[in-house]
């Protein structure tokens, strides 16, 4: 059994709120292991004016943990590579100055930079008209803004904890967020985001709770963004597909080049491709993005029984616009939620029930490391061909074939 | 003439805001009289980051004031019974975190967990269309969301005051909140809000003065709003009502058992009461929610003259969604204000006219104190029969016959 | 060379934000200068709450700069005569209140109180639809909200500096404000706000920077308002007009004394003139409001070859209401941008450029200097007549011949 030490940084029923923290390796731990330390603070001026944030330096990897935004990731380093990518925006974003309705329910972007944003929880995906009970059981008709409201809302409960046991150290950011409001769904979501001290490795354990004693729907899509230096000219995103679908005509445009990326191209339009990967036994699976020259990756590690679906996103626009891909496993794709509803693909929670996800990010900054992330993704596919479809299936794409 | 002693813990105009601040009962004054004590201060983490509330304990009696969200009485407690209601929401949520516009108009619900809350002041009720002039003069057409600006305005102005007089000590908490801006009404809520040390009762003074030099309409509305205790499974509710008519077809369902309450019941769907009370020579009315054994009961005294209009919510769905009943005393009933404009119901202020409310939450913890409230509101019904209409009338409902 | 001293009190990225912060005048230069300070703070309460200010005295003028503002000027005072009006909002209002959306578009009003705000910088200008490219780079119709989003967007970094220069001191305030976010026009606003100390003036020295690697459009507005004691009953406008146009059929009935002012009228409807200006030689051009006894005036100095366009506003409604002018300089009228740029008046910034914008205020408090001013409209006349339309004119406004 290993020790455990905690600290409750908020808690808004017991009315706790810690404005600044700090807990750090202590002198006996100094020998062989990495120092770590963890910092709670808040921050001022501009758009990020009040937002609540938790620095977590594992001696090797760091990164950052936003209350405010849902506890979000939102950018990190390691090895001197910045993990996340250049928005316009310069954040983190509090949620106050977000209005989600904006510009045709595209506001969510006003508050998009982060490197891990999670999307949902009632919803995510492109802003669309849904049609939902309201308050007498009617049927309503809605707009459903982009990708939900979660990474707008605050985390109700903070925690910290240090976990030792045996020579390992794991340092622990527990966070509660709650979307809800009355005669809509509750959802709740728990997480538990995890680094090893002197790992190159974030891991999020996310509960997805229904709150409500009735059934509810939900969507979940871990929106992954990465610039330089994982994402370049001759980039690539090697994961075990067994299926590639272009999402629209666009994404036809570049379907031969599909896994290689482009420099910053001004003007460039996002291109979009669904994928099916394959997976272990038990259902676990990785993709990456890697550099040209092969000695710098990011690995996503999940599981396809969790999380079935992936969108690779290409935005390789110019500098100024912000040059990014985002690799993002979910329980559906991010289109509307109508769509996803009829193509089967929005969870059903029973009262009380919970959806389980667990996502690792994992940094390689080596040729060894990256190379053998791709062997694991070789043996994950079996020698099975890919079956890149020409053209976008009606299945997934609204106006597909 | 009695002893008054003010503090000013909000001014705008003047520059003036409180962070913390505590005024309690002096030792001289300990001998027979309750303990009592004013606290305000600051909230942080999740949704109520950055709330200003003042916390009143009269002794017996204790209730929580929210200067940031238009002098809303949040929750209460007496003798260890809340007085409000377990909402969906973690609040008292930060104005900052509502934007009205969201889910088809009711994103006022994102802020909604207070035991009392004004709805106004230029529009209550139901989303809905209306026409406004616009800046030219011209007719416009804007959607009005769910129940207003007020509950989601902060007070400008915020004073604290002591007044003893003989044997009484008052506590009394001023505000002034403002709701406009240009090319629209503005109006003005100066709220007193009084409650005697020692005793079960809190009273809301209310005037909304209308600011500008033409005549201005406006509607105001009480959702005061309980769940247990004062809820459960066979409470009722006693009021004494002339005429009780359902509001829509879900209403006519519950017709016969209007007054009686379920426990909490997933899957419920709410339903409403209009109800016409009977008042004594002045206009005084008294409404009561009492428990099953009748030994606890939540009383509204209001003026019918004040406020004419009363509306009986029950909406005991599951625990997780919000199990509570609303009884909502208001200048009109909470449906769309272009059909409450049509029948009659909406105030015309003249420049600088005020409206003046006066209400009072009474709460009682013995079969004697509830029994008492039945006594008088039978008398006030002098015997006469209540006329309980079986469908919705056109005069109240939207679609009614 | 002068001597400078400077200050960061804001800066996002490098994680700067002074909370309070004062400069002033040093006893040395105490003989015949001016004394002068500089003030930043935080206000609280209200609708200000957490709002950032900077107090500038320069020994005779003084006014406040918003940096959460996106750097307006919120009001000023010159030998005891207030710069600004006297709006229905209590401000300096903290952005998380205002929801550009609500009251079909209208929005912006709930923040309305500053002296100079600009208006911009994507658009700016009535409310009303217009088609942008969506992420997919197809067309997609959007609502673009009353005059835009960077007087709701603070500032990411803030800057104080002051300059000695032979007997001059110079009181300079800069600062830099993002408007964009993924999809959308980046556009940055850096402003330089100067004023000389012991001077009757304030001078914005703005770039608009399009931060995008494609070519942006933009819309830039200086909305100065101003009431008493310079607007009154027989204020005059004063400017070296060529052209004056009606914006309707409402400002056609006040046509012939569209440049005299009535007191506080309640129920008056706004009237709306626009002007074109003559200028010297180099495009400076001056326009002023003064009172009816011609010793109080306020002057707007800028360059019609930046701000080509004038639209003077007539909104002298009853007090209550906001009773005010405004002086608008722009690059464009403030008709919805769809119309604008069907007539050609929106900018297009290539990749990186800029657009460059002088503006001062200077005011006058002698029947001397308002004359002045008088003489230098004169001149720049040169004896020719203003030619007045009788009709609104299409390519001015929607629905104009």
Redesign the interface.
Known sequence: MGKEKKWIL????A???V?SFAAACEKKDHKKRANWCIVKRQ????????V?IIEVNNGALSFTIVP?RGMGLWKGTYEGCELGWR????GPV????V??????G?GW??G?DECIVRCGLDSNGAPGEDV?P????NP????LPLHGRIAN??????EISVVESGKTTELVISGIV?E?????P?LRLETRISTIVGSNAVTLHDEVVN????AREMELLYHCNFGEPFLEQGSRFVAPSRVVVPR?R?AMEGLTGYDRYQG?T??Y??QVYWHQLCSGRKGDTVAMLRNKAGNKGVALRYNVKQLPCFSQWK?T??????YVTGLEPGTNLPNAKRFEREKGRVIRLA?GKRHVVDLTLEVHTTARGVAGVEREIAVLRRGKPIRVFSQPVADLSPGGN
């Open positions: 908020t808690d808004v029923k009315g706790i709120w404005e921050l001022h001026g501009g758009l990020t004016e009040g609540d405010s928005s316009p925006v310069a509090n949620p106050m100055f209005q989600g309705s904006d510009r045709g595209l972007l006003q998009f939902v309201d308050n007498n059981g309503f008709s809605v707009m809302t605050p985390a109700r409960r903070v709650d809800g409001m009355l005669f809509s509750c709150l409500n004693t009735v629209d666009r910053p001004p003007g339009v996002e935005n626009v110019g500098a100024g616009e912000g009262p």
